[in-house]
Structure formats: C-alpha cells, structure tokens
C-alpha cells in the first residue's frame, strides 16, 4: 500500500505546499489523504476540494488533525505528516505529530534557529516515527555523484569550496507589498534569526557539507540588510574552514538584482575539481589540471554515473529532469525508509535523505556567522550542541 | 474526482509507460486505476502490483481490459485509456477504446503509417471520446512561447526554420543484443515505414510546425542507413517548404555518436529569432538584428512571458522543470478537456493538446520523405489527406 | 629579414584590408611597405600616411604599384602581394602579380567563379610564386586539432558533417543604403553568381572539406533572395555527399535576423563526433557514444593537443585567442613557406595554409549548387575541373 | 612615424614579453627599435635576431640600453622602454628610465610591494615621460562597456561585486621542478610578500576597482599556502567593502586543479546586474529583476554599445577578438597618449589606460589583506598612501 500522508500548510497562495504534494506523488509510493492547509478553515476545505480529498479529512487547524486521524483505523490513517508552514510552526507541529506516533517531512529550515533545532533532534531521538527533512538540492542525482566522486577519492584531498546562492527577488522592499513569500521570510518571528541566510545560505552549506563530506567548522562572515526598511539581513557572504581542513567561501544574497535561483557549487582538491549549477542541474563538470575538463551527463543510460546517481534517475539522458524530481527523491527515498521501518528491516543506505543532522548543521552555520558577525572577531567556532 | 486511467502496455522493461504514469500523477487530476501492461499476464499482474493497484485490474490483455471495465460501475470504471506499446498497436487499441466509449490518450506516432493515421482520424471524429497525443516537446511552456511570439508577429513573416534531433544510440546494431527499445523501433512491421525519422523526426516536424503555425508543404529528403545489417533509416536530412512560404532545414539521426536527445529548433523572420534547445528547456532566446540577444526564461513569476506559457509552469524561476513537467502538461491540458467535454463546458483553448491532427501532419510529413527519397524527384508535395 | 608586404585594396572604409595588415603584423614575419589601396589615390595617400609609409610608395594603382615595386632594389622592393579588394579584382591582380614574379596571398573566395579559378590556378602551376588564399576559419588552431582527430582515425569513417553559417545583417535592403559592404557582395559583377553562398557558404565549404579530411562530391541545394529587390541569393541549404562516402548538411544565410557570425560545424563518424563554434573558437567537443563528452580547450599548456593545434597557438588556456591570431597563422606560414621557397628549403607542412586548391573546391561547391537550384534535379555531381 | 621601443626583458623562455611584444605590433603605432632581453647576452642577441632587429640594439643589459640609446639620434633613438621582467625589476628600471627621460609601460603588478610603488609614483610625479601599467583585463571592449553602464547609473548604486580568478597551474609544485614561471613567481625575492594575490589577485581587484568606479576601502582575508613547500600564498579569500559602500567576495587561487585563467566577474545594483567572464570576453550580461537578461556583445557593428567600447574594438561581431587585442588597446591607447604628449595636445580621455595609480591601488590591497591576515583582525583598512 502506498504511505498515506497528511500536510500541515499548503493552503491556496502558498508555494512550498504545492512543491510537496507533487513531489509525493511523482513517483506513487505516497497518497495524500488529508490536511491541514490553512489557519483558514474555509482556504483548508477548499484547499482539500481542489486536491479531491474526501471533505472530512480537510482540517481546521493541525491539531484536530492529528487528533481526528489518530482515532481512523489503521487501514486509513494518516501514517506521515508534511510540514509545509513557515519557520516558527516548524517545532511544535514536528513534536506533536512525532509523539503522536507519526512520521515527520519538513520543508527546511528544521526550526527557526539552533536550540529548537536541538530541541527536535531530542524529541526524534525518543520518537518511534521517523523525520526527514526536504533540502531539496541533496536530491539531485548528479549532487549524489559529486558526493560520490569527492567519497571515492577521485579529487584528492580537498583544499577549496566555493558555494555561492545569489538571487533578485528581494531587490525591493517587497514585503511592504504584502507579498505573501516576502512577508514572512523577513519577519523574524516567523523565519528566525536570519533572513536571507536562514533561507538560503542554509541550502548552501548544507549543500557544501554534503558534496564535501565534511562539516563547517569555523566561519567568518559579513551580513548586510541593503533595503532599508527590511528586518533581517537579505545578504550574506562567509569565509569558512572545514573539520577536514579544506577552506570555503559561501555567499548568499536576496538582492543579486536579475538573478533567479542561481545555486551553484564548485569544490576542487588535490587532483581535481567538479562543478554544478543548480539551474542546469543534469550537467556536472570534473575537471583534472592537464586534461580535458569531463562533462557528466544525468540519465538512466549513462553507464559512467556511480551507483547513488543511479538510484535517483529516471529518464535517459538528454530528457531534463528538474526540481520536482530532486524533491520527489527525497519523499521516495523516506517512502522507502518508512517502509523498511514498519517492515523491520533494514533500508537501504543508497536511497539517502537528509534528517535533522543536516537540519542541526544548517542553523549552528546559522548561529555561528550570527555570532560572528556581531561579535566583530575574526573567526567564530561552529557548534552543533 | 479525478479522471480514471486504464494503461496499455508500460509493464516491466519499458520506458515510456513510467513516463505516462508519471505524467499523468503529477498535477493530481488523473488516477491510474488499471492496465493492461504487458501481453505477458504475470508481467501485467506484477506491474500492477508494484503500482499498488487492484489485483483484479491488472488485466492479461488490452481486449480483457476493455471488456471487464465496461462492466463497472460508472463511479468505477476507467474513463480513459493510455495507449504506451510500439506503434503497431496503436490503431487497434485506439478504435476499440474509443468504439468502447472510453476517451483516449496516445503515445506518438499516432500509429504506423499515414493510411493508419487517416483511419484513426475517422474512427475518432465518429467517437463521443476525445483524443490526445503525446507529442512531448508541444506541453514545454517555452514552446508554447515561441509558438505565441510568432502568432503575436514578433518575428514579422517567418523566413528560416531550422530543425534538428541529433541522438547517438542507435550508432551501433543495438537492435542485435536485444535491447527492448532499439528492438521494435528498428523493425519495420512493429515501427512502420520509417524508422529514426519516424520516431524522432516526426517530433522534429511538429515542433516546428506548432511553433511556425505554418504546416510544412514540399520536402526534399535523403534517408540512410548507416548501421550495417539495419532495416530502417537511421538518419535523415530533408529540405522543406511550409505552405505559408518559409523555408527549412530538418534533420533527424540517431547514429550522431555522443549526442544525447539534442533537440534543436531555430525559427527566424524578417524582424527577428528566436532559439530553444530541448536539453535546456527552460530557456528561448529572442534575438533581432541591432539588439542584444534577450534571454527568456520559464517561471510563474517572469511577468514578460504569455499567458500561453504561463498556463504551463509550475516553479518561479530559476527551479528547472522539464521532460516530465511537460508531458503532465498534456495529461493535465487533456484531463481539463474532458472534464469540460463530461460537463457540457467548453474548454480553454490555452490548454491545448496536440490531437490526431498533429498525428495525421506528422505521418504526412514521414510518408512524403519516403516518396521523396524513392523516387529521386527533388520536390514532393506533402498530402494531409 | 622580414618579407615585404604590398596591399591591393583596403583603403578607408574597407574592412578586411585592416584585418590583413593586423594578421601580417602579428608575429613579426612581414613587414608591409607599401600599398594600391584605393582606386581613389586621394585615398591610397591618405590610407598609407596613417600606416606611416613611405608616402612614394602608396600607389594610386595596382598597375602602378606592380611596375614601379619591380623596378626597386632587391633589398627593397615588395616581395608579396595581397590582395584584399572585391572578387572582380581578384584574378586580374593575382594574375599580373604571379605573371610579375611576385607571391600573392588573396583574400577568399579566390575569385568570382569556378572558370576564373581554373584560370587562375594555370597561371599559379607556371608561376615561380607561391600562392596562398585566406580562407581564416582554416587557421584557428582547434580546426587544426580537429583535422588531426579526423585523421587520426579518432572518430572513425565519418557518417555526418552538419555545417551552418548563420548571419543577420543582410535581413533587410542594406545594399539600398548605400553601406559599402553590403554594395559589393550583392552586386553580381563584383562578387560573382552568388551572393550568400560565394560569401559565407565557401567558407561553410571549406571548413567541412578541411576537418573532414574529404571532398563534396554530390550537391541538392536550394538557394533563395528572400529580401526584395535583391540580385543574389541572401540564403541557401544543401544536402551533400562526399567522395568518402559521408552525409552532410551545410546552410548559409544572411537573413537570420539577430545573428552575428554564427559558423558552426559538428561532424560525426562511428566512433565519435566533434563540435567546434567559431564564436567561441578556443573550445573543441569531442564526443562519444556512452562516455563524458570531452571539452578540448587551446592553450600552449594543453599537453594533449595535436602538434597541429600547437603549431598554431600563442598563449597559455584561458587567455582567448580570436580571429586576428587565425588569420595571423595564415599569414605566418606563408611567410615560412616563402621563406623555405627562397631559401630553396622544404617547408613543414605543420605550417599548412589554404591554396588554389582550396580556392576551386569553394568555386565548384558554388558552382555544382547553382546548377542544381536551377535545373531541378535532385543531385548534381561538384566538378573541379 | 611610429613610437620607437626598446624592451627589457622578454628573451627565449619567457611568456608575457612576446604578449608585449604582439600587443605593440597589432595596431601598428608602436615599433620594437631595441632590447635588453635577458640578462644572458646571448639570449638577448638571439632573441634580437628572431625579432628582425639591428645586432647593434640587443644589448647585455638593460643599463647599457638605457645608455646607449641616449646617445643616437632623435629621430633614431628609442622614446619607450616596455619592461616585462619579474617584479623585483620593475622599480629600478622603470626609475632610471623615466630619469633618463624614456617614457615606460610596465607588466604588473607596477612594483614588488606598497612602498616600492609609492616610490615610483612619486619618481613619476616628477619626471617628463608617461608612464603605464599593462593591466591587461581592462583593455577588453566590454569591461569598458561596464564601467561605462555603472558609471550611466543602469545599475543604481551599487551593492555587491564579486570577483573571482580561480587557476589550477600551481596545484602541484611546479616551482620544483625547474618551470620558468613557476619558478619567479614563487619566490619572494623576486615576486613580493605575495604570490597568488600579488600575481592575479590584484588583476581581480583592479578589474573590480575599474568596473565600479570605487576604490576597496576596507579587507578582511585568509590566504593560504596548500602546497607543501611552498614560500608564498597559492590561494587567498577576501571579503571586502569600498569606500562608495558596496560589499564584496575577491577570490583567487592557483590550485583550482582543472581551471585555466577564469577571470569573472558580478556586479549588482539597486537596478540590475553585470557578468563577464574572461574567457568569453565578448559577451557581456546585463541583467534586470522582471526582465530578460540581455547578452550584450562586442562588435563594431553594435550601435547600442558604448563609445568607450567602441574605441577599443576593430571587428564586427561574431569575429572574436581576445586577449592580445585587450593588451593591444593598452598598447595604442598609450601610444596616442605619448604622440598628444609629445605634440602638446590633449590626449582623448576614451583612450584610457591603467597607471601607477591603479599599480599603488592593486599593491595597496596587497599590502592590507597581508597585515589584516597576519594581525588577526576582522577588518583591515586599506591605505594608499
């Protein structure tokens, strides 16, 4: 039977609940049979309607949710919660749903900042349910061979990183034009500490980290807010060293005037480097000094690939697969883990998602260049407890 | 409700049946109710299986299909079959289905041959069903853009169209190691009259006739094949004439060796270009003499782009979508259609789907090649009917 | 001692004599002395002050300039004559300059038409000069490479050559306003029985001939004036089949509003392909069915390229080499050749540059397409004699 | 008549003195007369004789030239000494050139260090001859297409520069292994207190410092030295702020395995953005939140581009021009400024060219990161005097 899943945000004008739905559903391992869509009760049950769920199980609020689900039969209750709302109700929906038995996928950032995210990682670690958490750009095939690539040695022993994250949309004051995105992402109540860094700049490293197989562990940062008006930085830029010894720099910006989504990563060491852009993410540049630089191509047919790229492809080369289906790898892959989980057995380490790790790794970045960007010290230690 | 989806074909081993699926789930208007995967029964049954569905409706054969969900009840039964075997089977599923009541979408080429098409065209104009084709590269919202920028005139009086679909796989006999895909579209009686042409040149025809809105009239071609021991065309190259007068080039291979599925199209007028790569779908450039070069790129928030491409995009921009987001934009755009057909309504036209027309020009255009390359005039009229 | 240059043409208002004088300058090898730049010798004065020459020895005609150079000392007098003026005066300079024991390097195509090359290459099999002709695209040292790749058997037996040669700048009646390049190269007196063909398709031509390694042998073309008023044709397509048994496809236009000088070639065989685009010349892709294509970049550095590519490059990857360096390679290696002729040493054929040869090749391509667009059979055979 | 020069440095074996060399030659104002071109008579005399140049004027040292030119005649005598040594020289010779009353132009970096530049600028401040700095990125067309736009407003105030050099040619230890290049520029003695940053980072801050208009005012840096053995920093990381309140990330590194000379550069405004990167120095991209990205590109033919790019471009689009170009419009820019000098005229201000000023800037920044990186501090202000 397919994993039934409920969503708690996602309501009509939201972006991110959409995202999550499609990606559940892509590969048929999930079937979406309830929500909680909005505070609204009236934007939920037609959120519902226009999803054609049945009309009792479109919720009021997240807690008659997993109230009123907890009391269905085994057959038909919900086994998972998505959470699709902004930050703040990152926490208390993660905890409820965990302690009520349910499995947990959580749009990213884990929480709005370092001690709830520590906080969560407790509760999951009592939980009997599972988390996983949607940092998209892990889902990417050819992020999972460059991993693989950096794993099996190919580039030596790495000396740089360069991940850079510029976007435009926050050029302006958008907030002040009740765009809804724009609105709570620069509120700190809702988004945390952070703004442009807590929302992308998270991705980044997490992102560097991952490819690496390394951790951040010092940073030194420069954060700016250039529209006036604005509550939370909307720019970022970091220096960084790694537990491994490598060096990074990591820049993020919500006022790249122009720019859309422009996530691009490249990590060289001793006897290579590779390179990926997120807007052309089937491509993957290895390059060795002396020789050819390599275009790596996704797609079933591409014998070279490793075996992690394979587990996260579907179409031959030459057929782009995008954003949907890197998040639709993460959904399947914790799909397969909650399988194995209620079958009591072992899943498979290739079919990888990111858990509150990444989500406590993402804010101690966070609160280390927070940190430092006030103290006025060159170099602040990052720490994850 | 969401509209119920019968498969025929797409069991274990084939390609093409994953994607429909995939592309039907995606915007959550249809359901895969049943199917009838595979001739072999147990292959059927294992699909099915794997899909989660009803045991009782993974059917041995497309007739049983057909036959038994007649005889469910209407809140039940399937309402559109999705017709994914080699091109053989396409008529005679198609007529029954559609003689059976049942709306129809299909892979492309519609069928085998011309004569095939026309059949098929008369079947489905006496039919109460509607009819779809999966001509992919028409559902890419930059394709929808081009098409509407050249019917805006952006382009003034369209003189040059330039076509091509380079792909590298078939540049050995693959055909004699067994694999499926090369298989049946090398062999004539399965395929039809034509083989890479048929099979990626008819894609190369439609585009450029949907984007030119023009329909090409006379061609000039020279078939080969290249590999050794091969019963069909590998590679083709064609001069053509559209009846609104511009001129073009289209060509189609299969033995360009490296290339992946680099479909190329350039369309330029007297007052400007424009310029789309499959592989990069998310971009069309807009150039005209004196000006720079302008870089459109797909998203729901590229206010510059038409309503026609926005009715097909689902992420800002800078989030790629691609091949499988296309081809859910036929299945959403076909579902929209027949729920408007069911409830009397008419149906936006900016959710258009290629139909038998677009089958009936594409097998057109193949059957005026092969006139062509026989008969070793220059030019060979191209007959629609 | 350098060799001493005498220019025909390029007077103000030229745009390719400046490129010569460039290309000669370059390396060092030719030292320009004097110069018939001008019909108008108000212009030639002018043109030869601002080139610092002794003002004695810019000539108010070629005729002049070829009588009264003979008369100087060996130790002064011009050496080699390029030609750099419209294609009418080609033949009648490079005649009476070979006729007057001088070498001559012309710009292409070697002259109007294929009876006047002919001619021409008479007079060069019993001239003591040597003759070279400025075909530039065969002087970037990536063509060069991959020639060598070709020949090396690297891609095999060659299948597929698609070469096009997109420009813009002719989309309207430019020649109507009087722009003086535009003038010429319409005009049928100047520049022969073919416009865009003569232009750019010799060069589309050319190049295919070179890297393939082969001579077209068969043509099916269609040549059109889409722009009112105009005399020759501003666009042309061509299927062709070459003497070693390859496909091709080459197109030339004028008229794809917004394009610059777009000259593309990819050429294919059973082993692999190449992709080379003269916009970004420093750049090679060499492909293979199921590997990672290979991105070849020049630089003196790269250890794997050919000593054909090396032969002709001056700096280091990364710092781009353009059009000036591949017509200084032409240049260069002429200078070598006459340098090896008067010294009565053998020339390196590394140091290769285009000839007569290449000058009928381009003439009878040009000629076999006009004699197929106006008979209206299919294929007509290139005859070079 | 054209500039007479001499060179000091550029014998057998070295890279950039030839670049000079070709630079000078390209655009015909400038004619090599002399030359001190190594320190090995020898070497000087050959490389005299490959150039073409009279035995009598490659002399065994750079004082013997400086001398014996003094004493021809004026119309004979040597006006501009090129020196094109490794740093240590720079200050000497360019010192008792200027003296001697020769005007220089000098590879960069202008010095070793801070208060060797400070010395010469003020050697300048008081002799007669001009003096100019080869920073070769900003003779390209479209980085003077870029400070043109910034300085028009089309990007508002600025807000974020971004900068980047990465190489990969001394990821090993070249230095060991005897390299020429290498070798100098690794050794403090001859190089300065930096190696990496000394070499190419300050080509990235100066390119930034033109583009902007604004000048670094403040650093915070971590250099590196990664290969073992190694004297000076092969890496280095900068963040930085200018004095007009921009922020901004420098990067440069030498072990980037796999990358050739990849100059970019990013700069964002209230209003739009820019990119260029080196190694395609002919496309320039402006960019718009809500619009297009416009690809601008060189070309002689390009009305929309500035004046001060097209007083620095001498082919029509599409026929690229590179890095020999770029160093040539320094070349010519100076020689008109040394004929207006010489004529007591005003030198045209569209033909720019880098002077100590821009040597004290890159050196200036030099020195700051070196003392903000060994000091511990956060912020470092720049000091240029």
């Known amino acids: ?89 990152h926490l208390p929906v993660a905890r409820a749903a965990l302690e009520a038995g349910f499995h947990v996928i959580s749009d990213k950032p884990a929480t709005r900042d370092l001690s709830e995210a520590l906080e969560l990682k407790s509760v999951i670690e009592s939980a009997d349910g599972l988390y996983a958490l949607t940092h998209t750009y892990l889902g990417y095939p050819l992020v999972k061979e460059a991993r693989d690539l950096v794993a099996q040695g190919e580039l030596g022993i790495l000396r740089k990183i360069y991940v850079e994250y510029p976007q435009g949309w926050l050029s302006t004051l958008l907030e002040a034009t009740g765009q809804k995105q724009a609105d709570w992402r620069t509120d700190p109540e809702r988004s945390g500490p952070s703004g442009c860094m807590g929302d992308i700049g998270t991705h980044a490293a997490t992102l560097a980290e991952y490819i690496a197989g390394d951790l951040i562990a010092e940073v030194c940062a420069d954060l700016t807010i250039f529209v006036e008006g604005r509550k939370l930085d909307d720019d970022g830029a970091v220096l960084f060293r790694t537990e491994g010894g490598a060096k990074g720099v990591l820049t993020a910006s919500q006022v790249c005037s122009g720019e859309e989504n422009n996530l691009n990563i490249r ?53 782009p ?39 406590v790794s993402g804010l101690a970045f966070i609160d280390a260049i927070i940190r430092n960007d006030r103290s006025g010290e060159k170099w602040t230690k990052v720490s994850r407890d």
């Open 267 to 319: 990590v060289y060491g001793e006897l290579g480097g590779l390179e990926w852009h997120q807007q052309e993410p089937n491509t993957l540049w290895l390059k060795r000094q002396g020789e050819p630089a390599r275009r790596l191509r996704a797609g079933v047919d591409q014998g070279y690939l490793s075996a992690a790229a394979h587990a996260h492809m579907r179409t031959p080369s030459g057929h």
């Open 1 to 89: 039977m397919r994993i039934r899943m409920g969503m708690v945000g996602g309501g009509a004008g939201a972006f991110i609940g959409d995202v999550h739905r499609r990606a559940a559903a892509l590969d048929g391992q999930i079937e979406l049979v309830c929500g909680a869509f909005s505070r609204s009760a009236e934007n939920s049950s037609e959120t519902g309607k226009s999803l054609f769920l049945d009309p009792e199980r479109a919720y009021g609020s997240w807690q008659e949710m997993l109230g009123r689900e907890r009391q269905r039969s085994s057959e038909q209750r919900m086994e998972l919660v998505s959470i699709v709302t902004p930050n703040d109700v």
């Open 321 to 359: 697969e995008g954003y949907f289906e890197a998040f639709a790898n993460i959904y399947r892959n914790f799909a397969y883990a909650i399988a194995a989980h209620e079958a009591g057995e072992t899943h498979d380490p290739l079919h990888d998602y990111p858990t509150i790790d990444e989500g």
